[in-house]
């Protein structure tokens, strides 16, 4: 499996962004993919995720009511929507996939088997 992420810029707070997360070698219907970030000096973290086919959406206090995320199975590509972005959001954003997800793990970065390349994300305040 190999993810690509993209579509990380710098922005100004209040602004929207969305991320792409290119998958292949798996469809969204078999795996699912969660996305996480990484702030300066800090450690990586949960943002957003799902199980396979989009089951059981789960998203981090943080980021609940402005991030969305979400998956195109025609694409095999999954997003995520920020919006209402914060000077806090500023981080380095990577997706990552697992073919082994449930419910209760989808927050937990150690059960995600792949990952791709970070895009970063800079918002202004």
């Known amino acids: 499996v190999q993810l690509q992420a993209s579509g990380g810029g710098l922005v100004q707070a209040g602004d929207s962004l969305r991320l792409s997360c290119a998958v292949s070698?798996?469809?969204?219907?078999?795996?699912?993919v969660g996305w996480f970030r990484q702030a300066p000096g800090k450690e990586r973290e949960f943002v957003a995720g799902?199980?396979?086919?989009?089951?059981?959406?789960k998203y981090a206090d943080a980021v609940k009511g402005r991030f969305t995320i979400s998956g195109d199975n025609a694409k095999n590509t999954v997003y995520l929507q920020m919006n209402s972005l914060k000077s806090e959001d500023t981080a380095v954003y990577y997706c990552?996939?697992?073919?082994?997800?449930?419910?209760?793990?989808?927050?937990?970065?150690?059960?995600?088997?792949?990952w791709g390349q970070g895009t970063e994300v800079t918002v202004s305040s």
């Open positions: 799902f199980k396979r086919s989009g089951d059981s959406i």
């Open positions: 070698g798996r469809t969204l219907r078999t795996i699912g």
């Open positions: 990552a996939a697992s073919g082994t997800l449930i419910t209760s793990t989808i927050h937990t970065m150690g059960a995600y088997h792949y």
